[in-house]
């Protein structure tokens, strides 16, 4: 059953989505900042200290849209996030 887009409706998608995303994403980006730290320590090398959050970006931005997808497939309890697509008047 499709729902209206109500501001209350909205907003269970986007905390579904949110809260999953950013715990995933702080998760690796602490694994992430640790790694290159480490390897910056062990090795010298200043660049790894600007690739290191350049890389944790982009893997934060891989991580919401993975959670985004799962959300499609598999969802909450109560609902799946659905693409439908419109049909021309």
């Known amino acids: 059953m499709e729902k209206e887009p109500s501001f209350i409706v909205a907003l269970g998608v986007w905390w579904a989505w949110v809260w999953r995303a ?3 994403a702080l998760l690796a980006g602490f694994v992430a900042g640790f790694v290159f730290g480490f390897l910056r320590a062990v090795t010298g090398v200043e660049a790894l200290s600007v690739i ?3 890389i944790g970006g982009i893997g934060g931005v891989f991580v919401g849209i ?12 109560t609902w799946r996030l659905a693409v439908i697509e419109k049909q021309d008047a």
């Open 66 to 77: 993975w959670i985004l997808q799962r959300l499609m497939l598999k969802g909450t309890k």
């Open 22 to 24: 950013m715990l995933l």
């Open 52 to 54: 290191g959050p350049i």
